[in-house]
């Protein structure tokens, strides 16, 4: 398995409360992304990064924000969690933009009560 | 609005037979085509991919073909084995696979011992 892990694989909170998942990586690879995967909906791009400070919107970003200080951490924060925002989350890392060599982690199940 | 459709979502088929997982995408600019694969608790891995120019992409028991006028893809695995059993992704991208990659909604395959 490519060097991907992804904190904490479970958490629960509440309506309202600010939540950060973690995503640590040990490949030094330059780019890293966020997704979410629903039922019904497959993964959707939540944001990535192309480099350190170096990050971008993806198709379903509102709600959310990203940091990237460290070429191997990048945060996922969401400001305020809400009931929509329950889902598994996951981190995936490639050395180039060639997609085929997407490295995904193993998610977080986020539960917003 | 839905590019990349998987519009079975499930299948089940018996060990030793053939494997068929339909794809099929609306958007004209897709030029890059890729398979993943997610086992329960697991973050997706990458499976077969193919570009526009080739309308085969061999790997072992797995075959993807691509229609780029009817614009569908299909994964073709050969023979199925339980260990087969898992969700697949279809996933597509443009400028050559250096575009974001859209995901559909995920087909679960069941491969009946």
């Known amino acids: 398995d490519a060097g991907i892990t992804q904190s904490p694989r479970h958490k629960v909170t509440e309506t309202g409360t600010p939540v950060t998942l973690r995503c640590h990586q040990t490949?030094?690879?330059?780019?890293m992304y966020w997704y979410r995967q629903d039922p019904g909906h497959g993964l959707r791009l939540i944001h990535y990064s192309y480099g350190v400070k170096d990050t971008d919107k993806g198709e379903v970003s509102d709600g959310y924000s990203v940091s990237r200080s460290k070429t191997e951490d990048f945060l996922l924060t969401l400001e305020s969690a809400t009931s929509s925002q329950t889902s598994v989350y996951f981190c995936?890392?490639?050395?180039?933009?060639?997609?085929?060599?997407?490295?995904f982690g193993s998610g977080t199940q986020l539960s917003v009560l | 609005d839905q590019q990349v459709k998987q519009n079975s979502p499930s299948l089940s088929v018996q060990e030793g037979r053939i494997s068929i997982l339909n794809c099929d995408y609306t958007?004209?600019?897709?030029?890059?085509f890729l398979w993943y694969k997610k086992y329960p608790a697991e973050g997706p891995t990458f499976l077969i991919s193919?570009?526009?120019?080739?309308d085969k992409n061999e790997d072992g028991r797995f075959t993807v073909f691509l229609n780029k006028s009817a614009k569908h893809l299909s994964l073709h695995i050969v023979p199925s084995q339980p260990g087969d059993s898992a969700v697949y992704f279809c996933a597509a991208s443009g400028s050559r696979g250096r575009s974001k990659l859209t995901f559909g909604k995920g087909i679960t395959l069941s491969v009946r011992p």
């Open positions: 958007n004209s600019m897709f030029d890059y």
């Open positions: 490949e030094n690879h330059r780019y």
């Open positions: 193919i570009s526009s120019i080739k």
């Open positions: 995936a890392i490639s050395k180039d933009r060639t997609n085929e060599k997407l490295f």
